[in-house]
Each structure stands twice: as C-alpha cells, then as structure tokens.
C-alpha cells in the first residue's frame, strides 16, 4: 500500500515538472463571473480604492487660508495602456496590462454616468499595434458584463493618470484635517515621463467636506485676480503642467510636501490682491434662467448692488433689474471679524416700452467675514422660508401666460454656469 503511494507521488512530482519544463501556455480566456468594470460602484487594482489593512493618513489642513485656491496630487498611477469603454448610460477609463499567464489585469480609474443611449462617434483610433489586446479586452468585458453588451472600445494612450484635489476652503472645522469649502476632483492623463497633460477628465465638484490625503504633494497656483474660480472646473489645467508635474515627481519619490505656509503666508490679508466678492440672483422666466451677479462690496457698504438682466418672451424683449440693498450700509473697520448681514432683494421686469410687468421685493439674511474694506459671505444669503419665491408671471398683453421662479440662495460659484463636464483633450 505505502510503495503504491510513494510510486504514484513520484509520477506527479515527474509530471509537474515536465510542464513546467516545456513551459506554460498564455490563458487569454476571459474571466467569467467577475464584476463588470461599468459597473459605476466597481474600482479594481491600484486607484480609486486601497488595500482594506490600509488605513488612509489624512494631511493637517490648520495652515490652510480660507478663501483661497489649493490643489493637490493625491495620487499617481503607474503606466499602462489606457482604454475608454462606452456602454449605454455607462463609461469606463481603464488602465489594461497582460499578466504572466496572459489574463488581463484591469484597474479602473474613472467612470461616469452617459446622458444617452446613443454612443458617440469614435475620436480615439486604437493603433494596430495595440488591437490585439483591444481584442482581448472586449471579449474580457462581454464575458464578465451580463447581458448583450453594445459597447464601444477606444485606445487613449500608453500613459499614466494623476487624481487631484483642489478647494477653495469657506469654514474651518473641529478636526485639524478637515475643513468646509467648494472642491473639484480631476483625473489628469500625463505623458509616460510626466513633463505635460494629455487629457483632463473632472470627476467630480461642489460644496461639502475637504479632505486630503496624507501622502498628497501640495501644487504651487498662480495669483488669481478677480472673480474666484476653480481651475480644474474651467478646464484651465494645461497651464499648470509644470507645477503638476513637479508635484506628481515628488510623490513618485515619496518627498516631504511643502509647508502650506510657503503657498499662502500666514500673515496675508483674507482676500488676494482684485478678489472680487459677488453673489447671484439665478432667476427663471417663463422657461428662461437669467444668473445675475451682485457686487457684494456695493451690497454691504454702499447703497445697493445692481444687475442687469435681459430675456425675450414671446418675441417681446424685457429688462430684469435686480438691487441688493443692506438694512444698514457699513463703515470698514480694521481687523477681522465675522458678522450678520440683513438686506432686501429686489426685482422688476420692464419690457422694451419701459411698461412694469412685475416687481418683488424678498428680505435677506447671511453671514459675513470682514477684514476692513475686504468682505465675503461665506454661505451666501438665504431669503425667509414663508417667502414666496415661485408664481404667474403678468404681462400687458392679453392671452399671454407665464410663470417666475427664484433661487431661495445667493451665492457665488466659482464653476462655470451652467457647470458642464470637462471633456477629455486629446494630445
């Protein structure tokens, strides 16, 4: 019994290594039963999601200057044929490698919602070169994606991807590594030696929590002058290749990140040099949204702050204008402080013969910060919850009909407006 088991041990040890001798072939087989890389919740490899054992560092965002722009690297990810995968309602930015046996490793390192069914014309030709493993691609993704999958398959590069981060903090909080603020996420594309942007994909933008993370390298902006505005939402990314670049270096070598002071002084005034403070009216007429901005300076320590807006209806054209008053206008004090403002928002809509079709008045509260001739309302104004923001809208003519509606909150966006998705720049 014991020298039958021993011969049939030594006829496995013998047959293992004469496979291993002549030596394994490449498995292109797709992987059935794997979650589906469209999937809008799947992440796979390196990215977007870390090792479970791994408990993500959180920078110290003490030194961070409110109401001024900071970006980050947060992440860079290594080089490899990147892929752009469109499905119905679906997207996918993969980044694609072969393994040692031949099966794909697929890590995902964006995705969006499409608004149609309908996929768009290709723009990104996949090199013939590379169409074997386009191949093997697709039939990896029908083969782990249920159902008839219609999808469409596009080459956008050997390159690496960046993720970052940039804020315009509004409030601190009670944690050191947290703070309160508009934020924009981006997926830069950048060359295989990180010397220039490929492409520029927005991720994500809005107001909420700001984190960052611990190993992130900080990026040094130009001064904006003028109306705030985030960088990465105005798709004005090319111009900071150099700056990016160095940061996505130094996190490739795991260097120090600059302090925060060096970016901002800690002894600066709380507004840039031509900060210009706003807030807007975003009104809808009969189907027509006009965004009107208010100069908040004129708002609080003048008179009024007014805007202009103009609107057709019906062939006819009308004159929105739009006053900000303050209950009471203030002198500029020196130092800083934080205070509450009270005002009235009023509208008038005249038409072409300078006839008043309509006018409204709605009282407004907000917060402000002050720093002598310096102001800015953090959270913007809010009217009160009885107010009647919504209802006909009355014209001259007979038969006519139409309805108004206004925004409850004033505030300012430094996102274009409307805000629309940043499209990927081809090289």
């Known amino acids: 019994m014991s020298t039958s088991i021993y011969h049939l041990t030594v006829l496995l040890l013998l047959a293992q290594s004469s496979c291993c001798l002549v030596g394994r072939r490449r498995d292109t087989t797709p992987v059935r039963n794997a979650q589906c890389p469209l999937d809008y919740y799947w992440f796979d490899g390196q990215g977007l999601t870390?090792?479970?054992?791994?408990?993500?560092?959180?920078?110290?965002?003490?030194?961070?200057?409110?109401?001024?722009?900071?970006?980050?690297?947060?992440?860079?990810?290594?080089?490899?044929?990147h892929f752009r995968v469109t499905a119905k309602f679906k997207a996918a930015d993969l980044r694609v490698d072969l393994g040692r046996e031949g099966r794909l490793i697929i890590a995902k390192e964006g995705g969006h919602h499409v608004e149609s069914d309908l996929l768009p014309p290709s723009i990104y030709p996949i090199?013939?070169?590379?169409?074997?493993?386009?191949?093997?691609?697709?039939?990896d993704l029908r083969a782990r994606c249920d159902g008839p999958l219609d999808l469409k398959l596009e080459y956008t590069g050997w390159n690496r991807s960046l993720y970052v981060r940039e804020f315009i903090a509004h409030y601190p909080s009670r944690r050191a590594t947290e703070l309160v603020g508009w934020f924009a996420d981006a997926t830069l594309v950048m060359d295989e030696s990180l010397t220039h942007i490929v492409?520029?994909?927005?991720?994500?933008?809005?107001?909420?929590?700001?984190?960052?993370?611990?190993?992130?390298?900080?990026?040094?902006?130009?001064?904006?002058?003028?109306?705030?505005?985030?960088?990465?939402?105005?798709?004005?990314?090319?111009?900071?290749?150099?700056?990016?670049?160095?940061?996505?270096?130094?996190?490739?070598?795991?260097?120090?990140?600059?302090?925060?002071?060096?970016?901002?002084?800690?002894?600066?005034?709380?507004?840039?040099?031509?900060?210009?403070?706003r807030v807007r009216a975003v009104v809808s007429l009969a189907g027509q949204e006009l965004d009107v901005p208010l100069d908040l300076h004129d708002a609080v320590f003048g008179v009024n702050a007014s805007g202009v807006g103009a609107v057709t209806l019906g062939g006819i054209p009308y004159r929105l204008q739009v006053t900000l008053?303050?209950?009471?206008?203030?002198?500029?004090?020196?130092?800083?402080?934080?205070?509450?403002?009270?005002?009235?928002?009023?509208?008038?809509?005249?038409?072409?013969?300078?006839?008043?079709g309509w006018h409204r008045s709605y009282p407004v509260v907000g917060e402000l910060d002050l720093e002598g001739a310096?102001?800015?309302?953090?959270?913007?104004?809010?009217?009160?919850?009885?107010?009647?923001?919504?209802?006909?809208?009355?014209?001259?003519?007979?038969?006519?009909?139409?309805?108004?509606s206004l925004n409850r909150s004033l505030f300012d966006d430094p996102r274009p407006s409307p805000k629309a998705p940043t499209p990927f720049l081809k090289r």
């Not at 960088?231 to 260097?255: C, F, I, T």
Request: proline share 12%; aromatic share 6%.
């Open 199 to 277: 492409g520029v994909m927005q991720d994500l933008s809005g107001f909420g929590s700001i984190t960052i993370g611990g190993s992130s390298q900080w990026v040094e902006l130009p001064q904006q002058t003028g109306v705030p505005k985030l960088w990465v939402s105005w798709n004005e990314m090319r111009g900071l290749s150099p700056q990016l670049a160095d940061a996505a270096r130094r996190y490739g070598v795991k260097a120090p990140p600059p302090p925060l002071t060096t970016l901002v002084p800690t002894d600066a005034p709380m507004l840039p040099p031509g900060y210009v403070s």
């Open 374 to 404: 310096s102001v800015v309302a953090p959270a913007g104004f809010d009217m009160q919850q009885d107010a009647i923001t919504n209802g006909p809208l009355p014209f001259h003519e007979p038969g006519r009909r139409g309805s108004f």
């Open 325 to 356: 008053s303050p209950s009471m206008p203030r002198t500029p004090q020196p130092g800083r402080m934080r205070d509450r403002y009270t005002g009235t928002l009023k509208l008038q809509l005249d038409d072409d013969r300078g006839r008043t």
């Open 50 to 81: 870390k090792a479970k054992t791994q408990k993500p560092t959180r920078a110290d965002l003490s030194d961070v200057r409110l109401y001024r722009n900071y970006m980050a690297v947060s992440e860079v990810l290594p080089l490899g044929h």
């Open 127 to 139: 090199p013939v070169s590379v169409r074997p493993l386009a191949q093997q691609l697709e039939a």
